[in-house]
């Protein structure tokens, strides 16, 4: 028996069931897992018998290493290892996902995924970082019209992969999180100024948001150019006018300035999202 946080007791037994249920469910799910792994990967090798021993050897080699270093960079004892690995493990099964399309969306990957590690030191040196976060989210967009369009492609003829209209929606839903990401960094301005941050908000100043407004207005106008030659009709319109009443609403929200008004602005940002979506996929099944 042990005291709890609340000051009543409990018996660790209580927690046994629960544990082992756990880690029985997650140790099926990594046998399964790395079955279908390891099934996939030598199916698709041009020597798989040839290759084993090296891609055993290698494998082998990095689990060794990869507890090594967690050991001594973090605290075994710490749920610290347990994040590690389960942010690791969902970074790899997107990646494997990335695997199963073209090398023009690969290479684009990796592109996305240094921008991404670069956004947290952009706050240090960049005046507007959710600029540089826009980019990070927006890579994805070519990176479906490369894996649909990518197959069989030579990597002198990558750039005819993207069309204007990917990159238009790219810029358009770069000024969405231009937008959305301004909204929070309202919320915790006074925080980033006491620890030298910059952010939008910050550079902006009393503009943020006239600003935060104009981004949005600049979502919805490019996304509409974009989507035109999709012909969409109706619903993709009226997507846009309910997009637009709720960055109305936003504005209602935004413009005293308050964390509590400014944070909701932005947890509410899904819905705009799924709305312009909703209007997409209604405009597509109706076409």
Not at 52 to 71: H, K, N, Q, S
Not at 175 to 185: G, P, R
Request: charged residues 10%; neutral net charge; aromatic residues 12%.
């Amino acid at each position: 028996v042990c005291d709890t946080h609340d000051g009543t007791t409990a018996d660790p037994a209580d927690a046994v069931l629960p544990l082992f249920l756990l880690v029985l469910g997650y140790a099926i799910g990594t046998q399964i897992t790395l079955t279908l792994a390891v099934v996939i990967s030598f199916r698709n090798l041009a020597n798989g018998s040839g290759a084993f021993w090296y891609v055993r050897l290698v494998g082998t080699f990095g689990w060794v290493v990869a507890g090594f270093v967690t050991g001594w960079a973090l605290n075994p004892i710490s749920p610290q290892p347990l994040y590690l690995a389960a942010g690791t493990s969902a970074a790899l099964a997107a990646f494997a996902l990335v695997l199963t399309t073209n090398a023009a969306t690969i290479a684009a990957s990796f592109a996305a995924l240094a921008i991404t590690l670069a956004y947290p030191y952009a706050k240090r040196f960049v005046s507007m970082p959710q600029a540089v976060l826009g980019v990070a989210f927006s890579v994805g967009i070519l990176m479906a019209f490369t894996a649909v369009r990518g197959h069989g492609v030579p990597l002198a003829e990558w750039a005819g992969l993207v069309p204007a209209q990917a990159w238009l929606l790219l810029l358009g839903n770069l000024f969405w999180v231009l937008a959305y990401d301004t909204e929070y960094a309202m919320v915790d301005r006074d925080d980033d100024l006491k620890i030298g941050m910059k952010t939008s908000a910050i550079t902006l100043g009393h503009r943020d948001v006239p600003a935060i407004m104009l981004f949005y207005m600049l979502y919805l106008a490019i996304t509409a150019v974009a989507l035109a030659p999709q012909h969409l009709g109706w619903p993709l319109w009226l997507a846009l006018l309910v997009a637009a009443a709720q960055v109305a609403w936003h504005f209602r929200l935004i413009r005293h300035r308050t964390r509590e008004g400014c944070f909701q602005a932005f947890r509410s940002n899904h819905w705009l999202g799924a709305t312009v979506f909703a209007g997409i996929v209604l405009g597509t099944a109706l076409r």
